[in-house]
């Protein structure tokens, strides 16, 4: 806010502070922040994650408002331990995975005391949604990475049209016919509908990318109060959750301890933190050539997607498909976390 502007506003309104209109922006720019961080987060994690969800309607203001609570503890978590660079991220993304799956939904609980689901998750959460679309799209862009930012949106938009087909298989659609509350699109689309859904998600991503810049912020505090809210809406979600499985609350924390320990023990060794953390490191805007090579994500994945669809696979490929990329997902979410914490352990020596 200009001086000018700041005695033009004392002018008009002489009982105000000036500082009022420039504390109100402030906190558009974080809820805008979080507003455009959680889309981009949710465009991977549920649009192309579950393409039967169909094109956006108004039920899904009630998917973004959970996704939320995961990307305030993704935030909160790196400010606190002062989080930078993709090991940060993905450390952070641990947090967001936990509450998102283990809070806000019971996900994390169907496979009992075990972590896979915890791992797996962190693999697609924290390796795809943060790590890549979140961080390394917006890296790449500042950097001005034109080719390098093309090659991954290339690769990513073929990997989403591949596991778009999954949802051929007569077992997820039964599935999702089973639950017909969830308001499911399910069976094979057409490759034009099927374009112009990923055409659409992917639009939407690019303009995201390009907005989120204007409202970066170079630094992040919630306030004690803030703090508390995030805090009792968790709390009251993994107690929520405890009525249909007894064990929740112990798995909840066991892994929120884990992952403070990973954090911890993977700081400086005099206790600090890093110098910039993610929001210093990732502040300024980009032109819209900079992240125009997201939008390739689109024909990348329609033309997997066509391709498979003119083949039509068989049940056993398609099955073959889906436990191969669930597989890799939880080898990418354990590897993740131990590279992640080992690059950290490099760095602070």
Same mark, same amino acid.
């Given at each position: 806010?200009?001086?000018?502007?700041?005695?033009?506003?004392?002018?008009?309104?002489?009982?105000?502070?000036?500082?009022?209109?420039?504390?109100?922006?402030?906190?558009?720019?974080?809820?805008?922040?979080?507003?455009?961080?959680?889309?981009?987060?949710?465009?991977?994690?549920?649009?192309?994650?579950?393409?039967?969800?169909?094109?956006?309607?108004?039920?899904?203001?009630?998917?973004?408002?959970?996704?939320?609570?995961?990307?305030?503890?993704?935030?909160?978590?790196?400010?606190?331990?002062?989080?930078?660079?993709?090991?940060?991220? +993905?450390?952070?993304?641990?947090?967001?995975?936990?509450?998102?799956?283990?809070?806000?939904?019971?996900?994390?609980?169907?496979?009992?005391?075990?972590?896979?689901?915890?791992?797996?998750?962190?693999?697609?959460?924290?390796?795809?949604?943060?790590?890549?679309?979140?961080?390394?799209?917006?890296?790449?862009?500042?950097?001005?990475?034109?080719?390098?930012?093309?090659?991954?949106?290339?690769?990513?938009?073929?990997?989403?049209?591949?596991?778009?087909?999954?949802?051929?298989?007569?077992?997820?659609?039964?599935?999702?016919?089973?639950?017909?509350?969830?308001?499911?699109?399910?069976?094979?689309?057409?490759?034009?509908?099927?374009?112009?859904?990923?055409? =659409?998600?992917?639009?939407?991503?690019?303009?995201?990318?390009?907005?989120?810049?204007?409202?970066?912020?170079?630094?992040?505090?919630?306030?004690?109060?803030?703090?508390?809210?995030?805090?009792?809406?968790?709390?009251?979600?993994?107690?929520?959750?405890?009525?249909?499985?007894?064990?929740?609350?112990?798995?909840? =924390?066991?892994?929120?301890? =884990?992952?403070?320990?990973?954090?911890?023990?993977?700081?400086?060794?005099?206790?600090?933190?890093?110098?910039?953390?993610?929001?210093?490191?990732?502040?300024?805007?980009?032109?819209?050539?900079?992240?125009?090579?997201?939008?390739?994500?689109?024909?990348?994945?329609?033309? +997997?997607?066509?391709?498979?669809?003119?083949?039509?696979?068989?049940?056993?490929?398609?099955?073959?498909?889906?436990?191969?990329?669930?597989?890799?997902?939880?080898?990418?979410?354990?590897?993740?976390? +131990?590279?992640?914490?080992?690059?950290?352990?490099?760095?602070?020596?």
């Amino acid at each position: 806010m200009s001086i000018a502007s700041e005695r033009s506003e004392l002018h008009e309104h002489p009982g105000r502070p000036p500082h009022r209109t420039a504390r109100w922006r402030a906190s558009f720019e974080r809820g805008a922040f979080v507003l455009l961080s959680t889309v981009i987060v949710v465009i991977n994690s549920e649009k192309f994650y579950w393409y039967p969800q169909g094109f956006p309607g108004f039920d899904h203001v009630e998917l973004i408002a959970f996704y939320v609570v995961g990307m305030l503890a993704f935030f909160a978590t790196v400010r606190r331990f002062g989080l930078n660079g993709l090991d940060g991220v +993905v450390l952070g993304a641990a947090a967001f995975s936990l509450v998102v799956e283990g809070a806000v939904t019971p996900v994390m609980y169907e496979d009992g005391p075990l972590p896979l689901l915890a791992i797996y998750f962190l693999g697609w959460h924290g390796v795809l949604s943060l790590g890549l679309v979140w961080y390394g799209f917006r890296r790449l862009a500042l950097d001005r990475q034109h080719r390098i930012l093309a090659a991954c949106s290339l690769a990513y938009g073929a990997f989403i049209g591949l596991w778009s087909t999954v949802y051929w298989l007569p077992s997820q659609i039964a599935d999702l016919s089973a639950d017909p509350e969830g308001g499911w699109d399910v069976g094979q689309w057409s490759v034009g509908k099927y374009s112009l859904y990923v055409g =659409l998600m992917s639009s939407v991503l690019f303009a995201a990318h390009w907005l989120i810049g204007h409202v970066w912020p170079t630094e992040w505090r919630m306030g004690r109060r803030g703090s508390w809210m995030l805090i009792g809406i968790v709390g009251l979600g993994v107690a929520a959750w405890t009525v249909a499985v007894p064990f929740a609350p112990i798995k909840f =924390l066991v892994l929120a301890w =884990l992952i403070r320990f990973l954090v911890i023990k993977s700081q400086r060794s005099d206790g600090g933190t890093s110098e910039l953390t993610v929001f210093e490191s990732l502040a300024g805007c980009v032109r819209v050539r900079d992240v125009a090579p997201i939008l390739l994500i689109a024909p990348a994945a329609v033309t +997997v997607y066509g391709a498979m669809y003119l083949l039509g696979p068989s049940t056993t490929v398609l099955d073959a498909i889906y436990w191969s990329v669930v597989a890799a997902t939880v080898v990418a979410g354990a590897g993740a976390v +131990v590279w992640s914490f080992r690059r950290r352990r490099r760095r602070r020596r």
